[in-house]
């Protein structure tokens, strides 16, 4: 079973944070800061742990099986906290949503433009890093991606897809986007934070 460093990872993201809604206020003494004192002075932006019961409830709501790095940071932090340039933060338990509840019109942007199936072939939909390109996403995967974060405020949220399960059970994540455009995809939700935390925002 795979081993997800969340603790240290979000402790990481949450001086990224600190340091990013401090900075802005320096440079800015008309900004008002998106952290408490008490915020910035804990290093931690993230909230209680879920409980198992929570996460389960959650699944039985939505009838989806989380993904086990998801799962776990669940268990760590039930949502989070953001002070970057966007309006983005992460889910609670009892946050979670269908995307196509909350954004059915924002689905039908995006129908795909042919019947066929997939609408990428496998060895280019399974591309990623730096051998991916945002625009060759599955869009007929939309209507069943689960909604794990609010929309940034400037056309992008995050996304895990029960349509790609992977051997480890963990679901394909994405960065979805009107402006990349398209989804920067990742093998799951752990490795799409990853990426966050490297680039010090939810957004890049």
Not at 20 to 30: A, F, G, M, S
């Amino acid at each position: 079973m795979a081993q997800f460093d969340w603790e240290n990872l979000l402790k990481e993201f949450s001086l990224k944070l600190i340091e990013y809604d401090i900075k802005e206020c320096r440079d800015d003494i008309t900004r008002e800061p998106k952290l408490t004192p008490e915020l910035r002075k804990s290093g931690w932006l993230g909230y209680p742990g879920a409980t198992e019961q929570q996460i389960i409830s959650a699944e039985s709501r939505l009838g989806i099986k989380l993904p086990p790095s998801y799962r776990e940071f669940l268990k760590i932090s039930n949502g989070w906290r953001n002070s970057d340039w966007t309006e983005m933060k992460l889910w609670s338990t009892d946050e979670l949503e269908q995307f196509s509840t909350r954004n059915q019109d924002w689905i039908d942007a995006w129908v795909p433009y042919t019947d066929e199936r997939p609408t990428v072939p496998d060895h280019v939909y399974f591309a990623y890093g730096e051998e991916q390109d945002c625009i060759n996403l599955r869009r007929e995967y939309l209507q069943n991606a689960l909604e794990i974060s609010s929309d940034s405020d400037d056309g992008d949220i995050l996304l895990l897809i029960p349509d790609v399960v992977f051997d480890d059970e963990e679901l394909e994540a994405w960065h979805f986007g009107d402006k990349l455009p398209g989804a920067n995809r990742y093998p799951s939700f752990y490795e799409l934070m990853q990426k966050v935390v490297e680039q010090g925002s939810f957004i890049d």
